[in-house]
């Protein structure tokens, strides 16, 4: 159970394309879903925040207008990297978490190269 | 300001023996733990948590322990085995404004030896 599907797993375009990422949870319903963004050898940082039908907290330093998300549904949140540059390449992941005394559920990444 | 720190890169263990793998903490706010494991092109995946209330959490060969006092908690794996060879992100979460986010350390690797 608790099964994240993120996608897609590997995205490559050209600068000034903007790109969507799915997130959804396939056996359980998540209120609050979250978006990270990991450097290679660094941590998971946090981006983002989502809980279904409200509007995203973003955290500091993250520009809303460049990472747009929507959690329409309680298994579905996406994110779209709007014009994105080469210093947008990273790797992108989601997680989903029913409740607050649920641990989060974690998707593949998306990893997104920008040329 | 690192909240959560992993300070061993890396750890290599003989298949059979027991590994732990170590996390300390900054925020007395925190008051849910959670270790992740990783895979290679893989998300994390969640392997136990601990509540504050609690010092000790078992699940199977996982055992997360805590001391609340020392910020530090830890991860016991025995008997370790070449399957658990993966990077290991201990986790914090708090209450308050945190609204429950996860605070990742930066990994531990961990390699268990056949």
């Known amino acids: 159970g608790a099964v994240v599907s993120q996608h897609p797993s590997w995205v490559i375009c050209k600068s000034g394309t903007s790109v969507k990422i799915e997130c959804r949870s396939l056996?359980?319903?998540?209120?609050?879903m979250f978006w990270y963004r990991q450097f290679p050898k660094q941590s998971l940082m946090l981006m983002a925040t989502?809980?279904?039908?409200?509007?995203?907290?973003?955290e500091q330093g993250v520009e809303k207008d460049k990472f747009l998300i929507n959690h329409a549904s309680l298994t579905l949140s996406t994110l779209t990297v709007t014009s994105a540059h080469p210093e947008d390449s990273s790797f992108y992941i989601c997680s989903a978490r029913q409740d607050r005394n649920q641990p989060q559920h974690f998707g593949d990444g998306t990893r997104l190269s920008i040329l | 300001d690192q909240q959560v720190k992993q300070n061993s890169p890396s750890l290599s263990v003989q298949e059979g023996r027991i590994s732990i793998l170590n996390c300390d903490y900054t925020n007395s706010m925190f008051d849910y733990f959670l270790w992740y494991k990783k895979y290679p092109a893989e998300g994390p995946t969640f392997l136990i948590s601990?509540?504050?209330?609690?010092d000790k959490n078992e699940d199977g060969r996982f055992t997360v322990f805590l001391n609340k006092s020392a910020k530090h908690l830890s991860l016991h794996i025995v008997p370790s085995q070449p399957g658990d060879s993966a990077v290991y992100f201990c986790a914090a979460s708090g209450t308050g404004g945190s609204q429950g986010n996860l605070i990742f350390g930066k990994g531990t690797k961990l390699s268990v030896k056949p």
């Open positions: 989502s809980n279904e039908g409200s509007k995203a907290t973003y």
């Open positions: 601990i509540s504050s209330i609690k």
């Open positions: 056996d359980f319903q998540a209120t609050t």
